[in-house]
């Protein structure tokens, strides 16, 4: 099973894909930057970079889990920007 997670964040396209037997992976307009590999059981995480409009380097961190169904939380300089629903 396959899942996608995409947002646009400061013009650059962050995308997160889920797979049960690949693992995660995060790319930043359309370059990998982190992956994990195998069958994923538990909550996993990844890390990133990007470079924002003026130049400055934010970083990009990922937190991925659930018990029945996949669950993303995408985060620049640790502020929540997806899903932009949750309380």
């Known amino acids: 099973m396959k ?3 995409n947002v646009t964040y ?3 396209h962050i995308q997160v894909i889920n797979t049960w037997f690949n693992g995660e992976k995060l790319y930043v ?3 990998l930057q982190d992956q994990n590999l ?3 059981l538990s909550r996993a ?3 990133g970079t990007l470079r924002s ?3 400055v380097i934010k970083n990009i961190k990922v937190r991925i889990g659930g018990n029945f ?3 993303c939380r995408i985060f ?3 502020v929540l920007i997806y899903p932009t629903n949750v309380e």
């Open 3 to 5: 899942k996608e997670f």
């Open 10 to 12: 400061d013009g650059h």
């Open 29 to 31: 307009d359309g370059k």
């Open 38 to 40: 195998g069958l994923g």
């Open 45 to 47: 995480s990844l890390t």
């Open 53 to 55: 409009s003026n130049d």
């Open 69 to 71: 169904s996949i669950q």
């Open 76 to 78: 620049i300089d640790n």
